[in-house]
């Protein structure tokens, strides 16, 4: 069997994994968080590194870890929020350096900044 073709094959399986892998069910990827899925996973990788390149293996290794759940929080607000945003009026003390540097007399209100996650 031709190496080129099977090399071909595991990268085309690997490019459309990582393109759709926001569309995979979260269950699929709670099963390759296991254990035993983290462990196929990198027996997976050593067997195409093995077998079709280091390339090929990379390619691999990222689609693995692209498709792990993120467990890192960023800290974002997702659900439950309310912010209370006063209004300040800067005063000429109070002015920010682009106004002191521009002149502008535009006020600039609110000290509160929400910060949401796009999905």
Same mark, same amino acid.
């Given at each position: 069997?031709?190496?080129f073709?099977?090399?071909?094959?595991?990268? *085309?399986i690997?490019?459309s994994?990582? @393109?759709?892998?926001?569309? /995979? #069910?979260?269950?699929?990827?709670?099963?390759?968080? =296991?254990?035993?899925g983290?462990?196929?996973?990198?027996?997976?990788?050593?067997?195409?590194?093995?077998?079709?390149?280091?390339v *090929?293996?990379?390619?691999?290794?990222? @689609?693995?870890?692209?498709? /792990? #759940?993120?467990?890192?929080?960023?800290?974002?607000? =997702?659900e439950?929020?309310?912010?209370?945003?006063?209004?300040?009026?800067?005063?000429?003390?109070?002015?920010?350096?682009?106004?002191?540097?521009?002149?502008?007399s535009?006020?600039?209100?609110g000290?509160?900044?929400?910060?949401?996650?796009?999905?």
């Open positions: 069997m031709d190496t073709g099977i090399k071909l094959f595991i990268a *085309v690997c490019i994994l990582i @393109t759709f892998s926001g569309a /995979l #069910p979260p269950a699929y990827k709670r099963h390759l968080d =296991t254990v035993y983290r462990a196929i996973g990198v027996i997976l990788v050593m067997l195409i590194l093995e077998f079709a390149g280091w *090929v293996g990379l390619l691999a290794a990222m @689609t693995i870890l692209i498709l /792990l #759940p993120s467990t890192v929080s960023e800290g974002f607000i =997702t439950g929020f309310t912010i209370l945003e006063k209004k300040k009026e800067s005063g000429p003390s109070n002015k920010w350096f682009s106004e002191k540097l521009l002149g502008k535009k006020e600039i209100y000290d509160n900044i929400l910060q949401l996650p796009v999905f």
